[in-house]
Structure formats: C-alpha cells, structure tokens
C-alpha cells in the first residue's frame, strides 16, 4: 500500500473511533465507590462465636485414672500429709488434709488426682470422693461403732450401688473389703489393692480407717485420764 491510500485510511478511520468513544457509557468513578464501600455498615459479629458456626458446648476432658493397684500410703512424721508411691516405689503423690475432714490427692505436680469430703450425722460419716473435674467417683460410708466395737466402712460407686464392705477393728490395718462376688478391694498394712474398685476410692479409705483410728486412740486417752486416782480431788 502507498503512503497516500495509508494517510487517507487513517483520516477516514479517525472520526469512526472518537464517534464509538462518545457513545460509549464512562466508567464508574474509582473514588465515589470506595466512598461507598466506606459507609456500609458491616453485619454485626457476636463476640466469642464465629460468623455463620453454630456454638457448641464442649465437654470437659476426662481425668486420667490412675492405677493404683499395688500403690502404697505412707504418712510422716508429725505431719498430717501422706505420701502415695507407685508400686515401683517412686513417687505419685500426697494426700493431704483439706480444711476440717476433708482431704486432697494430687499427683507430683500440684494436679488434683481426687478429693474427698465428708458429712457426719451422729455415728455415721458420709465421705464423697471426687475426681479432678468434680465429678462423683463414689462415697464411703463410716459407721463409727462405739468405744471398743468394729467400724463399719461401706463402698459405693458414682450411681449408688454398693461395691462392697469390710468390718474393721480398732488399729486393724490389714483387711479386704468384699463384694457380692468376693474381694473388690484389700488395704494390707500401707498398701492397697483394688481388684473391683476405683483406686481412689480405695486410697481413701485407708486414709479415713488411719483418721478412725486417731479418733479411737484420742478417746481412748480420755477415758484413761477421767479414770486416773485423785484426778478429781485436784
């Protein structure tokens, strides 16, 4: 193609392109739609839930259970904490006093194993034990016999049901606690074998039997010094 016939299709071409410009719609102005965005109120978010997640309620982990089978108690001397070893002989634990007759295992770190709690009526003592989330392991039930009889202690388990029973003399620290199928349970000494029972359930029982004991050993005392030649002359 000749310059000329190039110079003449540009000419005619030129007013073609600006015409299709003029009809065409402007665009929108980049600045007036940000301003927009600016003034739209954003949907509300409830604070702690995800927008558009249903909330779903969590449960608690379950407290590890420990085995304790074999598991010895030793108290101190002079002190009212018991140390709990694992039948390996390395340390668990203690078991300590909380508040008035409470008490409250924890392991070699500070967490709580279980605790137990107890509510007197007369000769009876009603002790809860719970696990590390407060939820019921099951209850011993003490029947504090009179001076120089046998003790009664009763195991049951979270729903209510009897695991067993054992009649336990004054100092006696060897004895089962049987069930409707035999033993559940043995404390021998400081030691302490659960077959059919929660360890911890049994791990205070031994605590509570050495707490009878005290109790006994004290009114025992009692009944020497009342008893004494010229105590009342004085």
């Known amino acids: 193609m000749s310059i000329k016939k190039t110079l003449f299709a540009v000419i005619i071409a030129a007013p073609l392109c600006a015409s299709a410009q003029e009809k065409a719609p402007p665009l929108p102005d980049s600045e007036q739609f940000k301003a927009a965005l600016s003034e739209a109120a954003a949907p509300a978010a409830v604070v702690g839930k995800a927008v558009g997640i249903a909330q779903a309620s969590v449960p608690p982990l379950a407290c590890p259970v420990p085995s304790l089978d074999g598991a010895e108690i030793k108290g101190r001397w002079f002190s009212s904490t018991m140390d709990v070893r694992w039948k390996t002989g390395e340390d668990m634990g203690t078991i300590e006093t909380s508040g008035r007759n409470g008490r409250v295992f ?24 719970k696990g590390c989330n407060g939820e019921v392991v099951g209850t011993i039930v003490e029947n504090d016999a009179p001076y120089g009889g046998n003790r009664a202690f009763t ?79 004085r």
């Open 155 to 233: 195991l049951k388990d979270a729903s209510g049901a009897v695991l067993g029973s054992a009649q336990v003399e004054y100092m006696q620290d060897v004895f089962s606690i049987t069930g409707p199928g035999g033993a559940v349970a043995t404390v021998n000494g400081k030691r302490i074998f659960a077959s059919g029972a929660d360890g911890r359930l049994v791990a205070m029982l031994s605590v509570y039997n050495d707490s009878a004991d005290m109790r006994e050993s004290a009114e025992r005392r009692r009944e020497r010094q009342h008893d004494r030649p010229g105590r009342g002359d």
């Open 106 to 129: 924890r392991d070699t770190r500070g967490n709580i194993v279980a605790d137990a709690s107890v509510a007197v009526n007369g000769d009876w003592r009603t002790i809860t034990v």
